[in-house]
T-cell receptor, first 114, second 113 residues
Framework: AQSVTQLGSHVSVSEGALVLLRCNYSSSVPPYLFWYVQYPNQGLQLLLKYTSAATLVKGINGFEAEFKKSETSFHLTKPSAHMSDAAEYFC????????????FGGGTRLMVKP | DAGVIQSPRHEVTEMGQEVTLRCKPISGHDYLFWYRQTMMRGLELLIYFNNNVPIDDSGMPEDRFSAKMPNASFSTLKIQPSEPRDSAVYFCASQGMKQETQYFGPGTRLLVL
């Protein structure tokens, strides 16, 4: 069984500050890991993914995440927050051997203050 | 490609009515997923198909919910009869056989009064 925990359902940062959204996972097999972003009244859009290649993954809009097996973590970071980054972010894990079903975390709502 | 297409985008109905949500996956994708999103429960997988065949429907809440995929380019999620607690945003997603990524549609916002 797989699970994902996102620490902090709400995170608030100032514009220009570092963004750090935390994600820890549990998986019995080497996982694939994803970060999706959801803007208000829209569907989920892929930000980045880890699929057993490089452990530091760069995504769209300046975001990146690092897979740390020893910590079972896949935290999302961005050096400098922009107002347009305000959205909800979902971490997800999939089992490549189980039909690629995604298990999502509870989501973290990022607020960016001017 | 136009991406995953869902219709309607918004649906308001009265308790007891039948509701049908529609999804057109990305052409060539083999997997299709239906999710429900609510404030209380977050994102829940309801059912998924592989090559038009339902593989796992363990997330379907009860017999009032049913899903079909008559061909590779169309799927429906039906609720009959609908109840106020079914109010949510329903997402459809599709994925290619040799891809790791699910692509989501814009969702259908359902309100059952």
């Amino acid at each position: 069984a797989q699970s994902v925990t996102q620490l902090g359902s709400h995170v608030s940062v100032s514009e220009g500050a570092l963004v750090l959204l935390r994600c820890n996972y549990s998986s019995s097999v080497p996982p694939y890991l994803f970060w999706y972003v959801q803007y208000p009244n829209q569907g989920l859009q892929l930000l980045l993914k880890y699929t057993s290649a490089a452990t530091l993954v760069k995504g769209i809009n300046g975001f990146e995440a690092e897979f740390k097996k020893s910590e079972t973590s896949f935290h999302l970071t961005k050096p400098s927050a922009h107002m347009s980054d305000a959205a909800e972010y979902f971490c997800a894990v999939s089992d490549p051997n189980a039909g690629n079903m995604l298990t999502f975390g509870g989501g973290t709502r990022l607020m960016v203050k001017p | 490609d136009a991406g995953v297409i869902q219709s309607p985008r918004h649906e308001v109905t009265e308790m007891g009515q039948e509701v049908t949500l529609r999804c057109k996956p990305i052409s060539g994708h083999d997997y299709l997923f239906w999710y429900r999103q609510t404030m209380m429960r977050g994102l829940e997988l309801l059912i998924y198909f592989n090559n038009n065949v339902p593989i796992d429907d363990s997330g379907m809440p009860e017999d009032r919910f049913s899903a079909k995929m008559p061909n590779a380019s169309f799927s429906t999620l039906k609720i009959q009869p609908s109840e106020p607690r079914d109010s949510a945003v329903y997402f459809c997603a599709s994925q290619g056989m040799k891809q790791e990524t699910q692509y989501f549609g814009p969702g259908t916002r359902l309100l059952v009064l």
